[in-house]
């Protein structure tokens, strides 16, 4: 749950990428995924957790002294843990808050998580459960134009959550950054996503302009599932808030799809990628999908366009997503177009947006 403390789509764009489908899926045979089985090695670590220690913020520094409490549970039908902490390090005004979502990336067979915290950055990266039950991570970092890695190992040991952060520098010896012991609580937390940005953070031009997107909004469009199909009615909400003093932005959807079983219901989290130049956008839904899109502002800053390429149940699958705002930066219309394996691109999306 830690970040290194020295730094560390629209959902409806989301809904209708993960509704899209290669022209031999029929539309009655659409149904809700199940949770993957792979999560069970996900289920020690649900709970609340509190405990205090100590953390390094960089070489030649003095360790600073934390306490802190979080909560992992399930959410999104199943298919993710969602992770909330709050940390608080003695000396700072402001605490460390960070939600994480993990699961299976059924597309690409493998475990993955989107995070957001108040450093500003989201983003979605590779798990790896060893053995022991531990979830592993290794992260190519940048700050301040000096790159190093970060090693995060989580496990849930005798009642106890420890997790321990390495950092590697370009040459040297690795140094412990953070050793942490965390036992059960009674205590539940949720996120506070109003506490403002963690230290030094500084709010990029790109989420300025993102920020004039806050609010929420009254959606209704048509989705084409796959080429020659018909467009189906889709309606429901968009949240776009900004969080965190402005560094990020959460997006929530409630949506319902015409001749669709149940509810539609994503989350996802914007923030500014210095090494990508760009907004990114990483998110998850209640049908198990997980991505990551890359958004930059075009036409006068009057248009947010979202990238991203892959594969999607099985077929080489690109798409962009087109976020047309008004003279104040309020979202007005979307659209996107897919191109899925061998088939020619065509409009997936079409929708307009009316800001409550």
Not at 58 to 87: A, C, I, N, Y
Not at 169 to 176: C, F, I, L, R
Not at 292 to 309: N, V, W
Request: aromatic content about 8%; proline content about 6%; hydrophobic content about 40%.
């Amino acid at each position: 749950m830690f970040d290194h403390p020295s730094r560390t789509l629209s959902s409806a764009a989301l809904l209708a990428f993960a509704l899209v489908a290669p022209a031999a899926r029929a539309q009655d045979e659409v149904a809700a995924p199940q949770p993957a089985p792979e999560l069970s090695k996900l289920a020690p670590f649900v709970g609340n957790w509190e405990g205090a220690g100590e953390a390094t913020f960089g070489p030649g520094q003095p360790p600073t002294k934390w306490k802190g409490h979080g909560t992992h549970r399930w959410s999104h039908d199943g298919h993710f843990l969602q992770e909330d902490f709050v940390l608080h390090f003695d000396g700072l005004p402001m605490p460390m808050v960070m939600r994480s979502y993990l699961g299976w990336d059924r597309e690409r067979g493998r475990y993955a998580m989107i995070k957001v915290t108040n450093n500003g950055l989201a983003r979605l990266h590779d798990l790896v459960i060893l053995p022991n039950g531990a979830i592993y991570e290794m992260l190519v970092q940048h700050q301040e134009g000096v790159p190093y890695a970060e090693r995060s190992m989580m496990h849930v040991e005798s009642g106890k959550l420890v997790h321990s952060i390495d950092l590697f520098m370009a040459e040297g010896a690795s140094m412990k950054v953070v050793d942490a012991v965390f036992t059960r609580s009674e205590k539940p937390c949720v996120a506070p996503l109003e506490a403002p940005a963690f230290l030094g953070v500084k709010l990029s031009d790109a989420m300025k302009k993102l920020g004039r997107m806050h609010g929420t909004y009254a959606t209704k469009g048509t989705m084409t599932m796959a080429p020659g199909m018909p467009p189906m009615k889709i309606g429901g909400t968009d949240a776009f808030l900004s969080i965190f003093g402005g560094v990020a932005m959460i997006a929530h959807t409630d949506g319902e799809a015409e001749g669709m079983p149940g509810k539609y219901v994503s989350d996802g989290f914007f923030g500014y990628d210095e090494t990508r130049g760009c907004l990114v956008m990483a998110a998850v839904s209640n049908m198990g999908e997980i991505m990551q899109l890359e958004y930059r502002f075009t036409e006068g800053d009057r248009a947010l366009i979202g990238m991203m390429a892959g594969s999607y149940m099985g077929a080489p699958t690109a798409m962009r997503y087109v976020m047309e705002l008004d003279e104040k930066g309020a979202l007005v219309r979307g659209s996107g177009h897919t191109l899925s394996g061998t088939a020619a691109p065509f409009e997936s999306f079409a929708a307009t947006y009316a800001k409550k």
